[in-house]
Every structure is written in structure tokens, then in C-alpha cells.
């Protein structure tokens, strides 16, 4: 028999079936999926360009996959990761505004999951999947996903005239990733994870606030490293380093000279901490004056000339307003002059901040740092972002509410972000939370003598944080202090513990120096 429907009805029906594709994954998610029914899987925004099984051994990165520049990942990256586990591989592309383009992956063992999700961070301005670091995850038993934020290549060039993908990059891909990630894991596994957590440094750490401040219920424990996250006044402050050390060529400083105020300043502060290492404990509290250095007799070559002590001491001291007086960034700290290149090697700026000032804040491509003018364009720059990008908010209640834990950690002698920035939040934190017993049970810094950005250095900077977080997050072990260790030639030739800020690694003044057992946090 035949039936004929009105227009009204036919309209209905399609709302109807619509609903029903839209749920298909929430009903999908009572069993686990094999990892190849997921290139079905619908999310809303979401493409899914990739689900595949990937054999237990290596896994080859895609053809022509560049690390962005400051990935942290970047230093062990070849083109091939190595002894990994059976894992299930999904690419997809999230599209929250017609704008966007946010290339994400999710890699979940196909066997042995520890229940877990672990997110990780990229470095600088992005621009392509943290492999290395998910690789990492991965063999640890975690499900894992990374972001290439929205953009590809590591400059800040795809900002210009393109407000959504700043966004992207700012906070909302991690966001969108985070939610997509554990749709795909409970539709994997059958099962949503026991913790998730987010692991980063540098740009990463400043992703894992921002998901703090701005999104709380996304993560359980979350680990900050060195956070870029006040971008706009790090960003003025390389602007302050390079007039100082770049524009006069008179000023500038020759690489080969960093040794000479590196060891000038270990002479003048390394035992301020008890104990003659090669360390300075406290840079901090360190006053070595550069101009005992500065050439008598008009020779220059184990001296400096009067304008490279005058750039020294601008490179130590924080950037200030020259009109109203007021501090616009901390100063990089001594013990940190073998990383000077970074800052101070030119022939231009650091190329982050020189692209946050062209793409972002004048967005003119052909902007001269030259030109920067330390009292109106700073004020112009934080009215720029006004939070977009910067994580400077100290608000963590949302986060601390659901029994969330911060580690951030940071090298005291970082030459891409000055250590004092994240001291500095840190205190702000202290202040907000009311008091230095309150903070501690949700958010612990760790100052690290030595080591440079995100790793490497002459102190100990080999550490896990992650168990660490772990410890704390589900099992309520708060960190009183983390085993670091240093090596050389692959062998570990000395060991500290890393204290809970403001306290610091004391030497008890018997047993081997380079033994952590030795010490005592104080």
C-alpha cells in the first residue's frame, strides 16, 4: 500500500534522522570500537582524515613533518621513533570557526592502557604535532593527543589578518582537542579515562594554564614548565635585550665572550649557597657587577669594552618603563650567559617576539624593532592581547575546586624565558589562594640551579614530573621534593633534589657534593 506524507512531516523526519547520526557515538560508546571504525566516528567540527592500526616498533613521521621551532621535543626528534607498542593512530581536523584548521592526533595503546590520558604541549609559535613527546606518553601507557594549534610552520605569520586562527593558537585548540580526545578514547576503549593530565614546557607550559584558567574541569594534574606566560611582556623583554646588545654594534657581544662573564659571575656567587659547585643556588639573590670585567689597558679580549658592561647589565636587569618607572619584565639571571645566544647573538631579535610584534601587535610585516619604543608600545601591546594569548590570570579556584594540581618548574638559567616571570606568578598565586599553606596543596613550583630552557645545563635537569603529578593527584603525595640528576656522556654524574619554592637544595656539609642524599631542602 502506498502512503503519502506532507511536507511537514517529511521535515520532521529529517530532524529525526539527523538526531540519530549525532548520537550514533554516544550509543557506539557502551563497547570499544576497533581502532579502523573510528574513521566513522562523528564529533561536531571535527574531520577525521586517518584511523589506523600501527604494529608494535617504529613509526615513520609523515613525509616532510618539521618540528616548530622551540619544541622541546625537537632536540631528540628523528625521523623515526623507535620502540613503541601496538597503538590505535587517529588524525583528524577540528573546524570551530570557518577559519580554523586545527590538525590534531590521537594514538591510544592497543593494549596495556593505564587508564590514563595525557595530553602534551608544543614549543614557541607551534605550527605542527608534538611526535616525540606523544611517543613518550605512549610507551608509558597513556592514550595521548597533540595540536599543531591551527597553523603550520613555527613563525607567527598565519596571525596577520586572521583574528580566529589567533584564537586557535591562543587557547582553543588545546580545548577543542582535550574534548575531542576523550570522546575518542571512551568510543576506543568503551570507558572514559580515570585522570587526564597535561604535560608541557615553554609554549606548552603556558598552554597547560591557560587550560587551568580558562577551562578547568579539562585535566586533573597539570605540569608547566618554564610557561611563556606572559607573552607580550617576554616578548618586550627580548625587544629590550636586542636594543641593548644589538643596536649599537659597539654593544654587541661576541659568543665567545660568554664564557669569560659566565665564570666571572660562578666566581662572584656560587658559594652564596653554601657549597662550591659550579652552581648558583639563588641567582636571585646574586649581585656580581659586571664592570670588573671591563677592559683597563684597551685590549679586548679577556675583558669587555665599556658599552658590551653596559649591555651586560641591561641583559641582567628587568625592562622598565623609562617615563613611569615601572617594571615591565624581570632581567635574565647570572649563571645563565653560555645560553646568550638565543637572546643576544643576532643579527635580530628572538624570533618570537619579533613575530608577536609584526603579526600581532602592529601587524606589519615590515615593523623595525628599532623603533620599539619602550612607553606607548608596551601600553599598546598589552591592550593588543588583553588576555588572549597571556595566561597571567591567578584565579585558580575553578581548577583547585575539583582537587586539580599545578607543578610548575622552571630553569634558573633559561635565556628564552626569564625564571623571575614565573616566580613572580607564583608569588601572585600565594597571595591569591591566601598564603603559602593553602597554595601548597594544589600548585608547587620547582626552581631548578643550572638548568637552562626546558632541560640541558650544567645543573640537574633529568627529572619525571609526571609521576610525581601522578603521586599527588591520586594518591594526595604532595611533592616535598623531586630526585634531579645530571649526566655526561649518558652517565649521571650528579644528583640534587629540586625543593618546593621558596626553599632550596642545602649542602649538610658531609658526603659526596654530587650526591642528592647529601642535601636538604631548606
Known sequence: MLMTMSATT????????????????????????????????????????????????????????????????????????????????????????????????FWMPEGNWNRKYEAVGNGGWAGAISYSAMADALRKGYATSSTDTGHSGGGGGFALGHPEKLLDFAWRSEHEMTVKAKAVIKAFYGDDPKFSYWVGCSSGGKQGLKEAQRFPDDYDGIVAGAPVLNWTHRSIEAIWVAQAA??????????????????AAIRACDAED????????????????????????????????????????????????????????????????????????????????????????????????????LDGDAALADRVDDGTINATSTDLKRFVAHQGKLILYHGWTDTNITPEATVDYFKKVVEQMGGTEQTA???????????????????????????????????????????????????????RPLCPYPQMAQYQGTGDPNDAANFTCR
Open 441 to 495: 596543596q594544589s600548585v608547587r613550583l620547582f626552581m631548578i640551579p643550572g638548568m637552562n630552557h626546558c632541560g640541558g645545563g650544567e645543573g640537574p635537569n633529568v627529572f619525571n614530573m609526571v609521576s610525581v603529578l601522578e603521586r599527588w593527584v591520586e594518591d594526595g603525595k604532595a611533592p616535598d621534593q623531586i630526585l634531579a640528576s645530571h649526566l655526561t656522556g649518558g652517565k649521571v654524574d650528579r644528583t
Open 10 to 105: 517529511c521535515v520532521s523526519l529529517s530532524k529525526l534522522s539527523i538526531t540519530f547520526v549525532l548520537f550514533l557515538p554516544l550509543l557506539a560508546n557502551a563497547a570499544p570500537i576497533s581502532c579502523e571504525t573510528l574513521a566513522k566516528f562523528v564529533l561536531p567540527d571535527t574531520f577525521i582524515t586517518l584511523a589506523q592500526s600501527v604494529p608494535a616498533g617504529e613509526f615513520t613521521l609523515p613525509e616532510g613533518f618539521q618540528p616548530g621551532p622551540g619544541d622541546p621535543s625537537a632536540r631528540t626528534l628523528s625521523g623515526t621513533l623507535k620502540e613503541l607498542p601496538a597503538f590505535c593512530r587517529v588524525a583528524a581536523t577540528l573546524k570551530p570557526t570557518p577559519d580554523s584548521d586545527i590538525k590534531v592526533e
Open 274 to 373: 653554601g657549597l662550591k659547585d659550579g652552581l648558583i643556588g639563588d641567582p636571585a639573590g646574586c649581585h656580581f657587577e659586571p664592570g670588573t670585567l671591563e677592559c683597563k689597558d684597551g685590549g679586548d679580549q679577556q675583558c669587555l669594552t665599556h658599552p658590551q658592561v653596559e649591555a651586560v647589565r641591561k641583559i641582567y636587569a628587568p625592562a622598565v618603563n623609562p617615563r613611569s618607572g615601572e617594571q615591565l619584565s624581570p632581567g635574565f639571571e647570572p649563571g645563565s650567559e653560555l645560553g646568550w645566544r638565543v637572546i643576544a647573538g643576532g643579527p635580530e631579535p628572538f624570533s618570537a617576539a619579533g613575530d608577536y610584534f609584526k603579526y600581532v601587535v602592529f601587524q606589519d610585516p615590515k615593523w623595525n624593532w628599532r623603533t620599539f619604543n
Open 246 to 263: 644589538l643596536k649599537d654594534p659597539a654593544s654587541y657581544i661576541p659568543a665567545e665572550k660568554y664564557p669569560l662573564i659566565h665564570q
